[in-house]
């Protein structure tokens, strides 16, 4: 995962889900990492990380076409 870069952190799982989802649907390959603690689910964030190369068009895309 070195080749990947955080473009998105949010602690709702659904809302890093959508940002996935509007990323793939535009072509650029996306996971979402869960960073949440395993006990509770109480601390921590959902992260979603693209490839390094993708991440400007990546975080242009979630600024103008995502909104909550």
Same mark, same amino acid.
């Given at each position: /995962?070195?080749?990947?870069?955080? +473009?998105?952190?949010?602690?709702?799982?659904?809302?890093?889900?959508?940002? $996935? @989802?509007?990323?793939?649907?535009?072509?650029?390959?996306?996971?979402? /990492?869960?960073?949440?603690?395993? +006990?509770?689910?109480?601390?921590?964030?959902?992260?979603?990380?693209?490839? $390094? @190369?993708?991440?400007?068009?990546?975080?242009?895309?979630?600024?103008?076409?995502?909104?909550?």
């Amino acid at each position: /995962m070195d080749s990947w870069i955080k +473009v998105f952190e949010n602690q709702n799982q659904i809302r890093a889900e959508i940002v $996935k @989802g509007v990323l793939e649907e535009n072509g650029i390959s996306a996971v979402v /990492m869960n960073k949440k603690e395993t +006990v509770y689910h109480v601390f921590g964030t959902y992260e979603v990380l693209v490839p $390094k @190369g993708d991440a400007l068009l990546a975080m242009q895309l979630i600024q103008n076409e995502i909104t909550f």
